[in-house]
């Protein structure tokens, strides 16, 4: 997993959307900057 994404490992992002984290399934991008992922939704947002 990236060591700038602060997701859980039993986070699995669905979503797909750009701000995806690498613990997202394969095909999600990541962000440069890092990401975080809320709580085990599927929802990841770009670090600031």
């Known amino acids: ?3 700038s994404c ?3 490992a ?3 992002c669905t ?3 750009k701000s ?3 613990c997202c399934p394969v095909g ?3 962000c440069p ?3 975080i992922c809320k709580d085990a939704s599927d929802e990841c947002s ?3």
């Open 28 to 30: 999600c991008a990541k």
């Open 1 to 3: 997993m990236d060591p």
């Open 33 to 35: 900057q890092g990401c």
């Open 20 to 22: 995806c984290c690498s």
């Open 15 to 17: 979503s797909c959307k």
């Open 6 to 8: 602060s997701c859980a």
């Open 10 to 12: 039993k986070c699995r």
């Open 46 to 48: 770009c670090c600031a």
